[in-house]
């Protein structure tokens, strides 16, 4: 059964910071995986989809590696602003079809 | 295209009522998924459902919950008895079929269920 862990649980950090969020996953056997942005009350919005077969995917700010082989993604953020404030899901998807989600990193970024 | 749509976003049930969720995928997917989210924690996997089929049902209790996804209309989850435990946010995601890996899930904006 697939399990995914995201570290750390939550991140605080002034305005401009670049971050790094962290991604594992037990089983490699994957189709892709997928970062998420969930605002308070709000649903998912897709960020980035990396496939099995790349190594990164960036999208303006932001910038997603995995390392299937190790179990590992990673979302960078750089130069963090208040607006990028929300919690960041990664999700799984293997042979299941069913993306499993790990809890999140819930971030603030204070002016 | 728009995208996945659920309704209500919001709803109030006394315990004991029956809670139907309602969820249109996007145009062309046939493959749906539904979720529950506790606060302060992750989605967690209840269903996941092609048309007129369930692929897999592992995350649901066995007990009082359902869903379905008819070859016209919603996929629908129905909680029947609810009680204050069922208190959530329940998200519904799309997709064609996944069996890509350049197929993305795309998640509506969710049903707030509050069980008073």
């Known amino acids: 059964k697939q399990e995914v862990t995201q570290i750390p649980a939550a991140l605080s950090v002034p305005e401009g910071e670049n971050l790094v969020l962290n991604c594992s996953f037990t089983?490699?056997?994957?189709?892709?995986l997928q970062w998420f942005r969930q605002d308070p009350g709000k649903g998912l919005t897709s960020l980035l989809l990396?496939?099995?077969?790349?190594r990164e995917q960036t999208s303006g700010r932001l910038n997603a590696s995995l390392d299937k082989s190790s179990g590992r993604s990673t979302l960078y953020i750089a130069a963090s602003q208040p607006g990028d404030s929300a919690t960041y899901l990664c999700a799984v998807k293997g042979g299941s079809y069913i993306p499993t989600f790990g809890r999140g990193t819930s971030l603030i970024v204070h002016p | 295209n728009a995208g996945v749509m659920q309704n209500p976003r919001h709803l109030v049930r006394r315990r004991g009522q029956e809670a139907r969720l309602r969820c249109s995928p996007m145009k062309g997917h046939s493959h749906v998924y539904w979720y529950r989210q506790l606060p302060e924690e992750g989605l967690k996997f209840m269903v996941y459902l092609q048309k007129e089929n369930i692929i897999d049902e592992s995350g649901m209790p066995k007990e009082r919950f359902s869903a379905e996804f008819p070859k016209e209309g919603p996929s629908i989850l129905r909680i029947q008895q609810v009680v204050r435990g069922d208190s959530a946010a329940y998200f519904c995601?799309?997709?064609?079929?996944?069996?890509?890996?350049?197929?993305?899930?795309?998640f509506g904006q969710g049903t707030r269920l509050t069980v008073v």
């Open positions: 995601a799309s997709s064609p079929f996944p069996g890509h890996e350049n197929t993305e899930a795309f």
């Open positions: 089983d490699s056997a994957i189709y892709n």
């Open positions: 990396i496939q099995s077969s790349q």
